[in-house]
């Protein structure tokens, strides 16, 4: 622990156990909703070991919930996980020694923390601490949450399902202050709010990246900009 401290220094690994802890009590809200919406309290657990995606899951187990069949549960949890497909292109060469691992950690707040560094061996150690970390969390609380599960009778009550949103929010938050993020995030959104109602579950996350087509290229210009004054549009 001390040799990891020395190695990633006070602030990056206070950050990073800060997150992971708020995984924790998102993978608790997990296991919680799994298991009472009548699921046994090993599916969670196991969901969390073999598929661990925090968002695939939630969906997984919603739409089961509402009376949808097992496999169309999981061409929506496939599809919601298509966005790896661009995280490992842009992490290939972090993960290129360990790429089944790489792969299999490659989780939203894993990607944020990784892409913040510039360094690539920095890169690399901080996507590896930031995915071993993130697994224990989730799945312990994953189990915990299912253990809460057994014990309260309505979950939905306590508004665990809003758990899992206040995390990605709260991660995203500090780069919207560059005006190119905040573009894309809010484009992305009106996207994704339109087409829910009109395509299959899921879909209209993935629509939602096509708001990066049309945001404009980050110009060393913009970098003074966005530094300086917290981002124009």
């Given at each position: 622990?001390?040799?990891?401290?020395?190695?990633?220094?006070?602030?990056?690994?206070?950050?990073?156990?800060?997150?992971?802890?708020?995984?924790g009590l998102v993978g608790v809200s997990y296991g919680a909703i799994t298991v009472g919406a009548g699921f046994e309290i090993w599916v969670p657990t196991l969901m969390s070991i073999?598929?661990?995606?925090?968002?695939?899951?939630?969906?997984?187990?919603?739409?089961?919930?509402?009376?949808?069949?097992?496999?169309?549960?999981?061409?929506?949890?496939?599809?919601?996980?298509?966005?790896?497909?661009?995280?490992?292109?842009?992490?290939?060469?972090?993960?290129?020694?360990?790429?089944?691992?790489?792969?299999?950690?490659?989780?939203?707040?894993?990607?944020?923390?990784?892409?913040?560094?510039?360094?690539?061996?920095?890169?690399?150690?901080?996507?590896?601490?930031?995915?071993?970390?993130?697994?224990?969390?989730?799945?312990?609380?994953?189990?915990?949450?299912?253990?809460?599960?057994?014990?309260?009778?309505?979950?939905?009550?306590?508004?665990?399902?809003?758990?899992?949103?206040?995390?990605?929010?709260?991660?995203?938050?500090?780069?919207?202050?560059?005006?190119?993020?905040?573009?894309?995030?809010?484009?992305?959104?009106?996207?994704?709010?339109?087409?829910?109602?009109?395509?299959?579950?899921?879909?209209?996350?993935?629509?939602?990246?096509?708001?990066?087509?049309?945001?404009?290229?980050?110009?060393?210009?913009?970098?003074?900009?966005?530094?300086?004054?917290?981002?124009?549009?």
């Open positions: 622990m001390r040799r990891l401290l020395d190695l990633l220094g006070p602030a990056t690994l206070r950050d990073l156990l800060l997150v992971n802890v708020a995984v073999v598929v661990f995606g925090g968002a695939s899951q939630f969906l997984f187990t919603g739409l089961i919930a509402a009376g949808a069949s097992p496999i169309a549960a999981v061409a929506a949890g496939a599809l919601v996980n298509a966005r790896h497909l661009p995280f490992g292109f842009a992490l290939a060469d972090t993960v290129s020694k360990r790429p089944w691992l790489g792969g299999y950690l490659m989780i939203d707040e894993v990607v944020a923390f990784a892409l913040a560094q510039r360094d690539p061996a920095r890169r690399r150690l901080v996507f590896f601490t930031c995915g071993a970390m993130l697994w224990t969390f989730w799945n312990v609380g994953a189990l915990l949450g299912g253990l809460l599960g057994q014990a309260i009778p309505d979950t939905d009550a306590w508004g665990l399902d809003a758990a899992f949103p206040a995390v990605l929010l709260a991660l995203v938050m500090p780069a919207m202050r560059q005006a190119r993020i905040r573009n894309a995030s809010l484009l992305g959104a009106v996207i994704a709010l339109a087409l829910t109602p009109f395509v299959p579950a899921g879909l209209a996350v993935l629509c939602a990246l096509a708001a990066l087509l049309v945001v404009r290229p980050h110009r060393a210009a913009d970098a003074g900009t966005d530094a300086g004054t917290g981002g124009t549009a």
